[in-house]
Nanobody, 127 residues
Framework: QVQLVESGGGLVQAGASLRLSCAAS????????MGWFRQAPGREREVVSA????????YYADSVKGRFTISRDNAKNTGYLQLNSLKPEDTAVYYC????????????????????WGQGTQVTVSS
């Protein structure tokens, strides 16, 4: 059973930065592609960024390209999402997910691609 715990969210002003972490336990993190999704009130959960199991491939949604950076440290079983130049429209609960069944070294961007999720961390950006 894989467990994921996100941390690093908070309340910041527009233009600020945050670093989200996703700590994994109970599995073989270095074999799992990972993704970050977010869900704002009244909206569906959407992909923000994804990274392949080795970290060689990354994906970013157009809305965050150039501002967010995804990374992972497989030795620490932890994934990260660096959020820079935050905007009020980035306000959401951010979730990390991993895909534990067989995967190519590829990025996966659909909700249904992932089978384990963390509890989420709130990011609130004030104007």
């Amino acid at each position: 059973q894989v467990q994921l715990v996100e941390s690093g969210g908070g309340l910041v002003q527009a233009g600020a930065s945050l670093r989200l972490s996703c700590a994994a336990s109970g599995g073989t993190f270095n074999t799992y592609p990972m993704g970050w999704f977010r869900q704002a009130p009244g909206r569906e959960r959407e992909v923000v960024s994804a990274i392949s199991r080795t970290g060689t491939s990354t994906y970013y949604a157009d809305s965050v390209k150039g501002r967010f950076t995804i990374s992972r440290d497989n030795a620490k079983n932890t994934g990260y999402l660096q959020l820079n130049s935050l905007k009020p429209e980035d306000t959401a609960v951010y979730y990390c997910g991993v895909r534990t069944y067989y995967s190519d070294d590829y990025t996966y961007t659909r909700l249904s691609d992932y089978d384990y999720w963390g509890q989420g961390t709130q990011v609130t950006v004030s104007s």
